[in-house]
């Protein structure tokens, strides 16, 4: 096993001058710029309604498989048009995923204080719900609390925004026990501001940005989250449309119109791995602590 | 030592106990089972019926007792579709699951171990960045739709393996390869970043130092420490053996937990959905368990805590 070499000279890799992002942030940073893009202007670069049937023109190919240029990636079984249907469906699962993030990171980090500020029975509550969150797939939760309390896009958006909760509330209350330890903290309290004023003015500043970094980790696990569910057909509802729900109702025509089905599938996948490689960019260059 | 295992096993009846009311309460405050079983045009009497005769009808602080009374005698309730033990119409599923999810593990751990190791050792060679490219794809890939694009290939295009049912071994190799390969690409990515910080520290360089072979600094010195953080996610990938295939079972159409769990919730049927997430969340606490127990056995600083010797 002489094959085992040395770790070349200085583990701790000699700094190197910046030279700009690498290459993969860059083409990470370029495809959820487009993504954004897509999602704020759905309605005027798709082509057609997502909901337009075409009956004549059903499971027509896309343009470059040898299909026609009035549907550039092809028609479902109902004739409606694949590329529009992938852009209503972009503008959901990313409206989504910000409302479940920034739901997850609001009531993680509001728990967080709590727990840092009434320390105590509060705090071992906290930490109780906590342990309870990390003994559970959260997808388990997630599909019994949906199919139970049946489907309403809002109660989607605030089951999936309960997912990583617990992550911030670790982070926020580890962060403001050692900021109380610290003097701006207790000078302000001294001063007699509010624990409102504590917390919101001057110890969240402080730690925005972990948790804008945990966020951004955060964002592509309920992409993930949203688009498997709606592909078990639990999560978003026809005639709504969602990455996952596209890929689920695309799955019947597999044999013979893979199409409806890849295209989706290549948005999902290349969405959460731009997002994850920005979070880990971000991560390292900003905030090494949270590896 | 029996201090620290009567708080963690105080900890995990407290999470079971949280998990137990968690299901009560989502699932008999959501909706009224009796309607939804029996149609929405079923005749009022009939629909009492089915609630005294499920109890549905008592206090909901009666029915939660009765609930953990059941619990503690082991009675999980019955499925209110063919009226059968929950805990059976359950537990022959298992070796289902179990059959796709073990072998998953094995690939997991066979691949993803060694994987990051090496990639660790070989830091921003090739093969390095060939790992972390498969880690971060492999965690981008959503199940369903790596097991989808398997399909495609070896099913449809190639004909080589059936795409879905259980009759025999062929049927199992796309489903096993589809959870593998994520696990693997996890453990490949949180060994390699494990073991790089315990290559930074240090005691390796003193090893390296006062002469110790590379190889044996790596075995008797990295390789230890660097399994403490890694076996805790190992520990969850042990707990998962049996919910972690909910979506996989689906793709393939297995006749497992997980497809049992996605059908039962359609349908409605509490005693089973809460007999899944009991038993769920039973394997999590346990693996949790075993981790916390192996971390004494693994990590000298603990042992030495708690025998009274400092750290």
């Known amino acids: ?291 | 030592m029996l201090r620290f295992l009567a708080m963690r096993l105080l900890r995990a009846l407290v999470t079971i106990l949280l998990v137990v009311t968690f299901a009560f309460v989502v699932l008999r405050l959501s909706g009224d089972p009796a309607q939804i079983i029996m149609g929405a045009d079923a005749p009022p009497e009939a629909v009492e019926a089915f609630r005294s005769a499920w109890g549905l009808d008592d206090p909901l602080w009666v029915q939660y007792l009765r609930y953990f009374q059941a619990i503690i005698e082991g009675d999980l309730g019955r499925s209110m579709r063919d009226g059968r033990d929950a805990i059976l119409v359950v537990a022959e599923r298992i070796p289902s699951t179990l059959a796709l999810t073990v072998p998953a593990l094995a690939i997991k751990l066979g691949l993803g171990i060694p994987a990051g190791i090496h990639a660790a050792l070989h830091r921003n060679s090739l093969a390095d960045r060939a790992v972390m490219m498969a880690a971060v794809a492999g965690f981008a890939m959503p199940s369903f739709v790596l097991g989808l694009l398997l399909v495609l290939v070896f099913a449809v295009k190639l004909g080589w393996l059936p795409s879905g049912g259980q009759d025999g071994w062929q049927h199992a190799v796309l489903p096993v390869i589809t959870l593998g390969l994520g696990g693997a690409a996890v453990l490949a990515r949180f060994t390699r970043s494990a073991m790089l910080e315990v290559l930074g520290q240090p005691y390796i360089r003193t090893a390296s130092a006062k002469g110790v072979p590379w190889r044996a600094v790596v075995r008797s010195h990295a390789l230890p420490n660097a399994a403490i953080p890694t076996v805790t996610i190992i520990g969850f990938m042990v707990g998962s053996l049996i919910a972690g295939a909910v979506v996989v079972e689906s793709v393939f159409s297995w006749p497992g937990v997980g497809r049992l769990l996605v059908v039962a919730v359609g349908n409605r049927d509490l005693a089973v959905v809460q007999c899944i997430l009991l038993l769920v969340a039973a394997t999590m606490v346990a693996a949790n368990l075993v981790v916390d127990l192996l971390y004494g056995a693994l990590d000298p600083r603990l042992r030495m805590a708690r025998a009274g010797g400092g750290a």
């Open chain 1, 1 to 291: 096993m002489s094959d085992v070499p040395m770790p070349r000279a200085g583990l701790a890799a000699a700094p190197k001058a910046w030279r700009g992002p690498p290459p993969l942030v860059l083409f990470a940073l370029t495809w959820v710029g487009l993504m954004l893009a897509v999602a704020l202007l759905a309605d005027l670069v798709s082509p057609y309604a997502y909901t337009a049937l075409h009956l004549r023109n059903r499971l027509s190919p896309p343009a470059f498989a040898g299909g026609s240029w009035a549907h550039l990636l092809g028609t479902d079984e109902l004739g409606r048009d694949v590329l529009s249907r992938l852009i209503a469906s972009i503008r959901m699962s990313l409206l989504i995923a910000f409302g479940a993030t920034l739901i997850g990171a609001a009531v993680g980090t509001a728990v967080g204080f709590l727990a840092a500020h009434f320390r105590g029975w509060v705090e071992q509550c906290v930490l109780a719900l906590v342990d309870f969150s990390a003994s559970l797939p959260f997808l388990i939760l997630a599909l019994a609390v949906l199919a139970f309390f049946g489907n309403s896009l809002a109660l989607f958006v605030v089951l999936l925004g309960f997912h990583a909760w617990e992550r911030y509330a670790r982070i926020a209350r580890g962060l403001a026990i050692s900021a109380g330890t610290q003097g701006y903290a207790a000078a302000v309290r001294q001063l007699g501001a509010t624990p409102w004023r504590i917390y919101g003015r001057h110890v969240l500043p402080n730690i925005a940005s972990t948790l804008i970094i945990s966020m951004t980790l955060a964002f592509p696990e309920v992409i993930l989250l949203e688009s498997g569910l709606s592909f078990l057909g639990l999560g978003v509802q026809p005639p709504a449309t969602s990455l996952g729900n596209m890929v689920g109702y695309g799955r019947e025509y597999l044999t013979g119109a893979p199409w409806i089905l890849l295209a989706p599938a290549s948005v999902v996948v290349l969405t959460t791995l731009s997002v994850s490689i920005l979070g880990d960019w971000l991560r390292d260059r900003l905030d090494p602590t949270l590896r």
